[in-house]
């Protein structure tokens, strides 16, 4: 599993933060995974491009899990 540290940050948006753990190349591409459903937070999908991920959860891509801490 991957960790992606929040570094002071109170959230990151989800599609920046599929950008920044490496799973998609820019967060125009990591937006359309999350808006064909494509993305799990928590285990649940979850359709909002910009929901604010906080430390603690875990976001689920393509068989690959992220641990924002």
Do not use: S, W, Y
């Amino acid at each position: 599993m991957n960790e992606v540290h929040l570094d002071g940050r109170p959230h990151i948006d989800l599609c920046d933060l599929l950008k920044v753990a490496g799973l998609c190349q820019t967060g125009g591409e990591g937006k359309h995974h999350v808006a064909a459903g494509e993305v799990k937070v928590d285990g649940k999908v979850e359709l909002r491009k910009r929901a604010k991920i906080l430390a603690g959860q875990t976001i689920e891509f393509q068989g690959k899990k992220v641990k924002v801490l």
